[in-house]
């Protein structure tokens, strides 16, 4: 089980800042992404992956107990 983290869009989508998710042991920070957010009509927001508070690249596995984050990009002006 990881502790997953939502900020921004992602946070107000799933109406939560954080919640436990199960994984396996093959599993990729993208793949869990991709399982939490598939892919509409539009495809997925593009977001940066963090992994106990650094960042990650896509294809790192995760182990139990790990703090994931998913990062979308900052909007502003």
Do not use: H
């Amino acid at each position: 089980m990881v502790t997953v983290r939502y900020f921004a869009a992602l946070r107000e989508w799933k109406r939560c800042e954080k919640e436990q998710v199960e994984v396996t042991e093959e599993e990729t920070v993208r793949e869990l992404y991709l399982r939490l957010f598939p892919p509409g009509p539009l495809g997925t927001l593009p977001v940066a992956f963090a992994r106990n508070l650094e960042y990650a690249s896509p294809d790192t596995r995760m182990e139990e107990g790990d703090e994931i984050a998913f990062l979308p990009p900052l909007g502003g002006g």
